[in-house]
């Protein structure tokens, strides 16, 4: 019997005699006893703020004032001299002595699937293999830092997300759709007394007794442990992390009224309560045609909405151990198209670091002077994944064997931005 098999097998009689309803990732995110102990080495979150469409790094963090190129977006001196932003950036202009800004990233996939998959595992995308996460591999590595809750948390759709790859399926990232919902499904049927849900419980272990036997391994093991876990995350007053209505107005208004910012205000909350990873989705960026009519709303919403985090991190003293990352698939045209947008462009395009294990206030590599192609220090996707690796003292040069008998590294191999290395 296949894998998907057993398991389609497995959560079927369970969600049948248990009468609830729990998310499978949320369940497999449970992590093992043995996945779950926590390593050696530094005990750094990560937050990461996934861009989806493809943020133009021109009318951003690498801008081109007086070049034909910037279009109608204007420039503003950050707190770093020397240093410019996109005119929309203003809260994080102020906060760039906060910031590592690597404007020479580069890459060949120029497609947003393909792309934001190379961004999240380091490797292409293959139909023979799906490679894990970066938050997968972190918390394989480190292990959950919580009893009860998640390790590794995506906030937004999860569409084509690689989750954990071919790593154990308890580093599989747990869903939450929505900031204002938060983790749905955790509450015991109305129609079900304790006793009665104990009894169900105690009827699916029985139920699937000899199928463990016959079938039993790791990943039946991790697949049955998620349901214990579920189960007593059901009673956790852990839970309450994952409520942002618990936050004053003060402090919700202050992080924006739409997803992305409610999304950072629920990633801090869930990294205070002890969740090592967690991701964040923001789409709108796709801009092909009238970006300087939509660039102001979706590059304001990031500019409130980091500023926010990094501030909030930092107050409550969590920024020294948070590692935050700004990401985006690639770049965008420096040309605008004739529909007043910008195309594609992997040959060069920014991210961003701040928090643990990163030195402040640095620009890592440029653009040439159109914000074509890299002038200086080019820096590839496994570069930039490596040196998140590296500020998390996750171990980049080890060889981690694929079911497939291939060896990977995290990060994909690549070298560690020594610059922006605390």
């Known amino acids: 019997m296949e894998l998907i098999d057993r398991r389609a097998w497995m959560g079927g009689v369970a969600r049948a005699a248990l009468g609830v309803t729990v998310l499978d990732r949320l369940a497999l995110g449970q992590a093992t006893a043995a996945a779950a102990s926590a390593r050696s080495g530094s005990d750094v979150n990560i937050i990461y703020l996934m861009m989806r469409g493809a943020m133009s790094h021109i009318d951003t963090f690498d801008p081109k004032p007086g070049r034909d190129e910037q279009g109608e977006t204007k420039t503003i001196q950050t707190k770093t001299p020397g240093v410019l932003f996109g005119e929309h950036l203003p809260k994080l202009a102020g906060l760039s002595d906060r910031l590592a800004v690597i404007r020479s990233m580069t890459t060949e996939t120029g497609a ?16 023979s293999i799906r490679h894990p996460s970066l938050g997968s591999w972190a918390l394989q ?6 009893r009860d809750l998640p390790g590794y948390v995506l906030v937004g759709n999860g569409n084509e997300h690689p989750g954990c790859g071919f790593l154990d399926p308890a580093v599989t990232p747990v869903p ?8 749905e499904n955790t509450v015991r049927p109305r129609y079900l007394s304790e006793t009665n849900f104990d009894r169900r419980l105690a009827l699916a272990d029985r139920i699937d007794r000899d199928f463990k036997r016959l079938y039993g391994g790791a990943e039946i093991e991790a697949y049955n442990q998620m349901y214990k876990d579920a189960v007593r995350l059901l009673g956790s007053v852990d839970l309450a992390a994952f409520d942002i209505e618990q936050e004053p107005e003060k402090v919700r208004e202050r992080y924006g009224d739409f997803a992305l910012g409610q999304g950072c205000l629920l990633a801090r909350r869930l990294v205070e309560s002890g969740v090592r990873c967690v991701e964040i989705e923001m789409g709108q960026w796709d801009m092909h045609r009238d970006i300087f009519e939509e660039l102001p709303e979706a590059a304001g919403r990031l500019d409130t909405a980091l500023s926010a985090l990094l501030g909030d991190l930092e107050e409550r003293g969590l920024l020294a151990s948070t590692l935050v990352v700004l990401g985006t698939e690639f770049g965008r045209s420096p040309r605008v198209n004739e529909n007043a947008g910008r195309d594609h462009h992997p040959a060069v395009f920014s991210c961003l ?15 040439d002077e159109r914000g074509h192609s890299p002038e200086k220090d080019p820096v590839s996707v496994a570069d930039f994944n490596t040196t998140i690796a590296a500020a998390c003292g996750l171990p980049t040069d080890k060889e981690f064997m694929a079911p497939n008998g291939r060896p990977f590294k995290i990060g994909g191999g690549g070298q560690p931005i020594a610059a922006v290395l605390a």
């Open 112 to 127: 947003h699937e393909q792309g934001t998959y190379l961004m999240r595992t380091s490797y292409p995308q293959l139909n």
């Open 141 to 146: 590595v480190k292990g959950k830092r919580s």
């Open 176 to 183: 939450v759709a929505s900031p204002e919902l938060g983790l």
């Open 353 to 367: 670091l701040a928090g643990a294990g990163i030195k402040g206030g640095v620009v890592h590599g440029a653009s």
